[in-house]
């Protein structure tokens, strides 16, 4: 007995000393992020501009997957089951993290159990954009046009649950009108679908229609920020032009699958934080429409169960629920 506990003990010792090596090292190799939805989102924006200054820093490669699909869940559960070793990561917005489980009673992943937070990295600023020959100028037209035409107004979205879909359904909750929702596979290919004419309007981060706008493929009708952006000049926010007090915007936070080691998501929060502090970055992040914020795990988990129940509380009582 006394042998067999020994050498249960130098097998433990061994395994710590091998992970400390590990993470002394770390990185060692390319790091995945998976990023669960459509390449040039507004979150698959932000992911290249920050990862790329993360891997000159730490030396090491960030190679971004996206896997769009289902709202995100697909994307979700390959972090969630991805070895806890910190080369796999999440680049996730808040659709993912705390509207989709107020909706989808049957994740195959729970967001507070299977995930370890690493940093809230941005907020994505919103916007209504709109076909430019809809005769739409105004976010009050759209809603004169919803109420004469109730539930001929259709809107697109990056799919059941994404925060396209929540924006425009808390939209129009609170202005009293039924619209009709058109989900896509993803915010990138909604956003195409305003500029092509197959749905009239949509709410979209402005990170991913910013070149759509400048090209004048879409149209901006307000923002859904407190106060006008200065890079819109002129472009009224949708509470002083239709529909008052209303706000909306989403994040981009990292995450990392339930049991990475403590020390190596401490290594990739203040990479993150380094990260965000380079001018440059911060110059990219502001010509997408993003917003820097930057967090420790902690107030990133808080954040997340306190926007869980704030969601599911205005979902509720908006009616939004699966289709």
């Known amino acids: 007995m006394f042998y067999a506990a020994r050498f249960s003990l130098f097998m433990a010792l061994g395994a710590m000393a091998l992970a400390a090596q590990a993470q002394s090292t770390y990185p060692a190799r390319p790091i995945r992020m998976i ?22 820093n730490m030396g090491q490669a960030f190679v971004i997957e996206n ?21 796999t990561v999440g680049g996730f917005n808040d659709s993912i993290m705390t509207m989709l489980p107020n909706i989808s009673a049957h994740l195959p992943w729970n967001i507070l159990k299977d995930f370890e937070p690493v940093s809230l990295v941005a907020t994505v600023e919103w916007g209504m954009v709109a076909t430019p020959n809809t005769g739409y100028n105004t976010v009050d037209d759209v809603i004169k046009a919803a109420r004469a035409n109730p539930g001929k107004i259709n809107y697109g979205s990056g799919g059941i649950g994404s925060p396209q879909h929540i924006a425009m359904a808390l939209f129009a909750a609170n202005a009293g009108v039924t619209m009709t929702h058109v989900p896509y596979k993803g915010a990138s290919q909604a956003a195409l679908g305003v500029a092509g004419g197959e749905v009239p309007v949509a709410f979209q981060g402005l990170a991913t229609v910013s070149s759509l706008i400048a090209g004048k493929k879409v149209k901006l009708l307000g923002v859904s920020t407190k106060a006008p952006l200065a890079q819109y000049p ?63 795990p902690q107030e990133l988990g808080t954040a997340t169960r306190e926007q869980l129940t704030r969601y599911g509380q205005l979902m509720q009582s908006a009616g939004i629920k699966a289709e």
């Open 67 to 87: 896997m769009p699909g289902a709202s995100g869940q697909i994307g979700a559960d390959k972090v969630a089951k991805a070895a806890p070793d910190g080369y």
């Open 35 to 56: 990023v669960p939805l459509a390449a040039a989102s507004a979150v698959d924006n932000a992911a290249r501009i920050l990862t790329q200054k993360m891997a000159a």
């Open 234 to 296: 002129g472009v009224p926010t949708v509470s002083e032009s239709g529909l008052p007090g209303f706000q909306f915007n989403s994040w981009f936070a990292i995450v990392a699958p339930a049991g990475t080691p403590k020390e190596i998501v401490t290594r990739l929060n203040a990479e993150v934080l380094k990260a965000l502090a380079d001018p440059e970055v911060q110059e990219k992040f502001r010509a997408q429409g993003l917003t820097m914020r930057g967090s420790s």
